[in-house]
């Protein structure tokens, strides 16, 4: 039986000081938002505000208005582009009739449709559950009328039945669980360790796992809409010339991204706390990539990663004309200090310079040695070509004398081999 799709009305309510032309596409991605998560939008409303309204976010009359364009349309829900107090959204549910929700729950419930692994959708129920427990009573009265729909579904829903000491020692309990989580991840990290590591960051619907799945050959989920991936992925891309990363594919941001689901993902996000270079992915097509861009170093700041390695990648080249990407490519120059590469996931051709920077990076890292070990030590000439770049070897009477460039955390453990003696060469 099919789902009723709820009809949807959306309201925007910017400080008046911000770009009217970034208000407006503020509210349509609120739209692609609503699409994301099942909901049609049947009207949309606007207000520019100098300070919210301590009753109603917008203003009394326009609240009124907002009534009036609900019955018109026959909506069953609202959602504000801003985050509303629990005691504005019960206002505003009281005078309208019909469920409110801002952005942020908005979002929690499109995680809790998207979340596939048992990490991710332990992140999510906990985010869920942080976020809901102060608007427990608003949330009440939604399930003693309705069944389902936007905002009362997913990995948290059956908890909102609940009372307040029941979610507490539930929220408890997924901490817990989460602090295991990250413990079996930093082991993960460690049997990662003396490989190069990247991680690709960047604004929902950028493009990382059509990057990623392009530079790896691999079968990784791809859909044109926010938030289609949310489950980390890993995968061993291979550069050419005996050089390979690890990259690491993380959930996507977005503006306003809800500060409890940043905190949930923590331990995720940790892969790019541990990576060797940030990948900051851009959507060179979007009108506001400007805008994206600065939501992704702000949110990066948050997490302690704003003076990380950085390489600017923008992705969706394709979709500019050679004059639209030779003015990208100038404003670029004149806002980054980071190096860019542009590039299109479609066009497997347009990846070698990223390839290439990647390389660069590598053998910045890597030491030029001379190892000399004795021939029957098998196993460690066996690492030596598997982990570093050979430029050349000689073979004497019982030893073997290879030049090779290597990650530097490796030579601590080569030179505690038995019979192994490890010189460092310009």
Not at 110 to 131: G, K, N, P
Not at 137 to 160: A, F, K, V
Not at 169 to 195: H, N, P
Request: aromatic share 4%; proline share 3%; net charge neutral.
């Amino acid at each position: 039986m099919r789902t009723p799709v709820d009809k949807v009305v959306l309201v925007g309510a910017p400080e008046r000081d911000l770009d009217p032309r970034l208000a407006d596409e503020h509210l349509e991605e609120l739209g692609r938002l609503t699409d994301t998560a099942g909901g049609s939008v049947v009207g949309k409303l606007r207000q520019r505000l100098l300070h919210p309204h301590p009753r109603f976010y917008i203003g009394e009359g326009k609240a009124e208005e907002l009534k009036g364009l609900v019955d018109a349309r026959g909506a069953d829900l609202v959602v504000f582009d801003e985050e509303l107090s629990p005691a504005q959204g019960k206002n505003l549910e009281d005078l309208l009739g019909v469920r409110v929700m801002d952005r942020s729950e908005l979002i929690l419930d499109i995680f809790a449709t998207r979340a596939r692994s048992r990490e991710a959708r332990m992140q999510v129920e906990l985010a869920q559950l942080e976020y809901l427990l102060p608007r427990l009573r608003r949330m009440w009265s939604h399930l003693s009328r309705i069944r389902g729909g936007i905002g009362l579904r997913g990995p948290g829903e059956t908890q909102l039945e609940t009372d307040r000491r029941l979610i507490g020692t539930r929220i408890s309990d997924l901490k817990e669980k989460m602090g295991e989580v990250a413990k079996a991840r930093e082991q993960q990290r460690k049997s990662r360790r003396g490989r190069f590591r990247a991680a690709l960051v960047g604004y929902t619907n950028a493009g990382k796992s059509s990057l990623l799945r392009a530079l790896s050959g691999s079968e990784l989920f791809v859909e044109d809409r926010l938030f289609a991936t949310l489950d980390s992925a890993t995968r061993t891309v291979d550069l050419g010339s005996g050089y390979a990363a690890l990259i690491t594919d993380t959930v996507g941001f977005i503006r306003k991204l809800p500060h409890h689901l940043v905190a949930s993902f923590r331990s995720t996000l940790e892969e790019a706390r541990e990576a060797d270079i940030l990948m900051h992915v851009i959507d060179a097509s979007h009108p506001d990539w400007e805008e994206q861009r600065q939501v992704v170093r702000e949110v990066l700041h948050d997490l302690g990663l704003a003076d990380s390695e950085r390489l600017m990648v923008f992705n969706k080249v394709d979709r500019l004309t050679h004059a639209e990407e030779q003015a990208l490519r100038e404003r670029v120059r004149s806002l980054e200090s980071s190096p860019s590469v542009f590039v299109s996931a479609l066009q497997k051709e347009s990846l070698g310079s990223l390839r290439e920077t990647l390389k660069a990076r590598i053998r910045a890292r890597l030491a030029c040695v001379v190892v000399r070990l004795p021939a029957w030590d098998g196993e460690t000439l066996a690492r030596l070509y598997r982990e570093g770049e050979v430029l050349g070897r000689a073979d004497e009477d019982g030893a073997v004398e290879v030049t090779v460039r290597l990650p530097r955390a490796l030579l601590r453990g080569l030179n505690e081999r038995p019979g192994t003696n490890v010189r460092e060469v310009a």
